[in-house]
T-cell receptor
């Protein structure tokens, strides 16, 4: 049973527009959520995180929103740039264990 | 070298071979992790070491044997693997285990193929 779900395997967005990546989770005991970005032939790199006590965290072009009642979080990238093309993993922490989603491949179109 | 390094980057082995994957972190972190990434499946946590002590073993078959001689090095010893063990094996480290956001820094991975 998947506790962290990224239902969109891929997403294409025009350069300069907003990219919105979504993630749903099932366990209300998660206390921290993280987003990782992965390029081919490289390991995932940490992007941004949010504590379960907050509903928004912003870092430059990246903003993560958390809706605890809906058990949903999203990553907004604005404006989208060509270098943002990668696979994005949503992850959630519970009992010192991090559980990852399957990832969403983001394509930034010229 | 900076960050987290893994060797080899690619490995092809037969089911009767014994091989080892190596991970080294140059970040001064205290916790290290092994993950498995199979095609179309989420990253799966295999082992966690905190201050050289194994704190997590996610029901991993005994044909995978981790070793952490110090907080900078982590090995994954492989023997009598099965073709379904073919995957990308990622090593990661974090400052501590379970504190704050537990942001983990990943190595590039070892692409393992078992014939």
């Amino acid at each position: 049973d998947q506790q962290v779900k990224q239902n969109s395997p891929s997403l294409s967005v025009q350069e300069g527009r907003i990219s919105i990546l979504n993630c749903d989770y099932t366990n209300s005991m998660f206390d921290y959520f993280l987003w990782y970005k992965k390029y081919p032939a490289e390991g995932p790199t940490f992007l941004i995180s949010i504590s379960s006590i907050k509903d928004k965290n912003e870092d430059g072009r990246f903003t993560v929103f958390l809706n605890k009642s809906a058990k949903h979080l999203s990553l907004h990238i604005v404006p989208s740039q060509p270098g943002d093309s990668a696979v994005y993993f949503c992850a959630a922490r519970r009992d010192d264990k991090i559980i990852f989603g399957k990832g969403t491949r983001l394509h930034i179109l010229p | 070298e900076t960050g987290v390094t893994q060797t080899p980057r690619h490995l092809v082995m037969g089911m009767t071979n014994k091989k080892s994957l190596k991970c080294e972190q140059h970040l001064g972190h205290n916790a290290m992790y092994w993950y498995k990434q199979s095609a179309k499946k989420p990253l799966e946590l295999m082992f966690v070491y905190n201050f050289k002590e194994q704190t997590e073993n996610n029901s991993v078959p005994s044909r995978f044997s981790p070793e952490c001689p110090n907080s900078s090095h982590l090995f994954l010893h492989l023997h009598t693997l099965q073709p379904e063990d073919s995957a990308l094996y990622l090593c990661a480290s974090s400052q501590d285990f379970g504190t704050g956001g537990n942001e983990q820094f990943f190595g590039p991975g070892t692409r393992l193929t078992v014939l």
